[in-house]
């Protein structure tokens, strides 16, 4: 099992959609949850960052973490064309050296 | 403010030819790493340093060279380049690499590919 799974899509929908992207992780020690957006042609860029479980809002963006069940999710309310990128989830035990990255879900907003 | 900055941003390179790609960032941050990205593979760790003068290992570290003389550069050296190191390379930074100071910034990669 790999230890993040991320859904890769593409997932398309309509402008004003609500939008959920969701990963499933099964390393117990996470304990730092993070969404990155990422537009063609650049580096990723973060956009949430959440620590433990719960809800965390942020304009249109929410990111919610659920520990019990391994899951974190991002939900975007009424989306946008230039909502349309890849988005990854990350996580960070705190005492390994590293970040843990999904695979990303490539979103395209239509007009 | 730069940020991170990774040059060039396109190479070419022959098979068993060597170079280096280049960051640096301009935030004082002690955390630096490398990632190769790759479709479907998503983010994978190449090196890492905690500070100047101290690197390590990532995931997948062979064929590649690092080392951190300074806060601000860290440099990522191919040995003898393959065409399985066909990727796009991204360099990042962090305040730290443990708590919320582990958010890491990315430059804008180098998209690198071995004939």
């Known amino acids: 099992q790999k230890e993040v799974e991320q859904d890769p899509g593409p997932l398309s929908v309509p402008e004003g959609a609500i939008v959920s992207l969701n990963c499933t992780y099964s390393n117990s020690a996470f304990q730092y949850f993070m969404w990155y957006r990422q537009y063609s042609r650049k580096g990723p860029e973060l956009l949430m960052y959440?620590?433990?479980?719960g809800n965390k809002e942020d304009g249109r963006f929410t990111a919610q973490v659920d520990k019990s069940s391994k899951y974190i999710s991002l939900f975007i309310r009424d989306s946008q064309p230039s909502d349309s990128a890849t988005y990854l989830c990350?996580?960070?035990?705190?005492?390994?050296?590293?970040?843990?990255f999904g695979s990303g879900t490539q979103l395209t907003v239509l007009p | 403010n730069a940020g991170v900055t990774q040059t060039p941003k396109f190479q070419v390179l022959k098979t068993g030819q060597s170079m280096t790609l280049q960051c640096a960032q301009d935030m004082n941050h002690e955390y630096m790493s490398w990632y190769r990205q790759d479709p479907g593979m998503g983010l994978r760790l190449i090196h890492y340093?905690?500070?100047?003068?101290?690197?390590d290992q990532g995931e997948v570290p062979n064929g590649y060279n690092v080392s951190r003389s300074t806060t601000e550069d860290f440099p990522l050296r191919l040995l003898s380049a393959a065409p399985s190191q066909t990727s796009v390379y991204f360099c990042?930074?962090?305040?730290?690499?443990?708590?919320?100071?582990?958010?890491?910034?990315f430059g804008d990669g180098t998209r690198l590919s071995i004939l």
């Open positions: 990350a996580f960070s035990s705190g005492s390994a050296r590293q970040l843990t």
């Open positions: 959440t620590y433990s479980s």
């Open positions: 340093s905690v500070g100047a003068g101290i690197t």
């Open positions: 990042a930074s962090s305040y730290s690499y443990s708590g919320q100071g582990a958010a890491q910034h």
